[in-house]
């Protein structure tokens, strides 16, 4: 451990000194508990870190050119113990990983964890969510979509949400606080859906009003669209890419993504939205301009202030009621039910936005 220079760490040490000095007042403000403090901002250490409560979740950018990582698992410890005393959190509450960059890599057989399991719940605009920092390389919280959610919440008052590759449930949670009329979860992974249970559980949406639907997501949107039932909000935030042996062959945003759209907006009221995003490094968005109302980027709006350089997703809204009226009637028949009141009392929570730059 001692080849590893004293000029990375401390730099190391100064960087995080620096963003500790700007985000700490930051998250205070929003009461935001689980933010990212470092993001690869010096060229030669290359880690995320991350702040969920008093806990760290460190991980190490796997470079792009090659199949390993750029130091290892040995630099990974030292610098990690280096985060930690920086900021006066025991080792025993870091946990330490890799971060590939591969496709459809889990990057959880380098990790460094601690001897037991850290699985805490975190409070994010007065919102109650669990964590799991051990476990998967993801800890079930996307903290670059934090404003997003708070979007989310702004646009469900009194609507039908479908919220698609749900994950943990975190746009579900946002939307039933935002006072949706019902909320749908789709997702492959019983284990997430139950973790989404959980989650929605915890912040009082509870009922048959909220659905969780253990199911390939393509399928989903196939047997829909035999039924009359619509949604006046979807989420959409698919993977990059996912291989699973419980889906209909592999999926690949690149690929797939006009297809998944025209699916979701084939579902949506007359009046409905669709909220798109994506994580894919170098996604360029691509749909029929005559079959699809015009795409307004949200990327700007929905990035918070600790991810304002690295900017790791992009999103679009599709509001169909600014859709040509032929492709309306086309889709939903000569009758169009109005969109569902929103109240102007309502507000979204206090998500952290970040300034534009």
């Known amino acids: ?32 508990e689980a933010f990212r403090l470092y993001d690869a901002d010096q060229g030669d250490i290359p880690l995320e870190i991350d702040v ?20 290892g698992p040995e630099w990974r410890l030292v610098m990690s113990d280096v985060a930690a005393r920086t900021l006066g959190v025991p ?12 496709r459809g890599g889990e990057g959880t057989d380098e990790s460094i964890l601690p001897d037991s399991r850290i699985e805490l719940w975190i409070e994010e605009a007065g919102l109650r969510f669990k964590v799991n920092l051990t476990d ?5 919280l996307f903290l670059h979509h934090r404003v997003t959610r708070g979007m989310v919440a702004d646009l469900s008052m009194n609507q039908n949400v479908l919220n698609l590759f749900g994950y943990t449930g975190g746009f579900s949670v ?27 559980e915890a912040n009082g949406a509870i009922g048959g009003m909220h659905q969780f639907v253990q199911q390939d997501v393509s399928t989903f949107l196939r047997e829909k669209q035999k039924t009359n039932m619509r949604y006046d909000l979807i989420i959409c935030d698919p993977p990059t890419f996912s291989n699973s042996r419980a889906m209909e062959g592999t999926f690949d945003i690149g690929r797939d993504h006009p297809t998944l759209i025209k699916d979701c907006l084939s579902l949506l009221s007359a009046q409905g939205m669709l909220l798109f995003s994506s994580n894919a490094r170098n996604f360029r968005l691509s749909v029929p301009k005559t079959e699809t109302p015009r795409p307004v980027s949200l990327t700007n709006e929905t990035m918070p202030e600790d991810f304002a350089r690295s900017r790791p997703h992009q999103a679009w809204l599709f509001d169909m009621s600014k859709a040509p009226a032929g492709i309306i009637r086309e889709r939903h028949g000569d009758t169009a039910s109005s969109r569902r009141g929103r109240s102007d009392d309502h507000r979204p929570p206090r998500t952290g936005r970040s300034r534009r730059r």
Do not use: F
């Open 1 to 32: 451990m001692s080849s590893i220079p004293e000029g990375q760490k401390n730099a190391l040490i100064q960087a995080i000194k620096r963003r500790q000095r700007h985000l700490w007042p930051w998250a205070k403000r929003y009461n935001i």
């Open 52 to 71: 969920y409560g008093n806990y760290l979740h460190v991980c190490e950018i796997e470079r792009e050119d090659a199949g390993s990582a750029i130091y």
């Open 91 to 102: 080792m025993s509450r870091t946990a330490t990983k890799l971060r590939p960059r591969r």
């Open 136 to 140: 998967y390389l993801d800890t079930g």
């Open 174 to 200: 946002y939307a039933a606080a935002g006072g949706a009329a019902s909320t749908t979860s789709v997702d492959l992974s019983g284990n997430y859906l139950k973790w989404a249970q959980e989650n929605m």
